[in-house]
């Protein structure tokens, strides 16, 4: 008689659905920057946000700048 480990499987597929819930939540949140970041859009705008990503390290800022980065190609 086959037995199956049904708490190990829950445990499993909680583990997974956090994991997917924590990547709709990401994805949600990058196109939230992107609609925001679609703004700057003229170099003064573009000037004083790059001055303020310069401010932080390449870490805390990387996201926001393949966001912007992103928007700016679509724009041009």
Not at 12 to 18: A, K
Not at 64 to 73: A, W, Y
């Amino acid at each position: 008689m086959l037995r199956l480990n049904t708490g190990v499987m829950n445990t499993t597929w909680e583990s997974v659905s956090q994991h997917l819930q924590a990547r709709r939540e990401a994805r949600a949140a990058r196109k939230q920057l992107e609609r925001e970041l679609a703004g700057y859009t003229s170099p003064s705008d573009l000037a004083d946000l790059y001055a303020v990503l310069d401010r932080g390290t390449d870490l805390e800022t990387a996201q926001v700048r393949e966001v912007l980065n992103r928007v700016r190609s679509r724009a041009a």
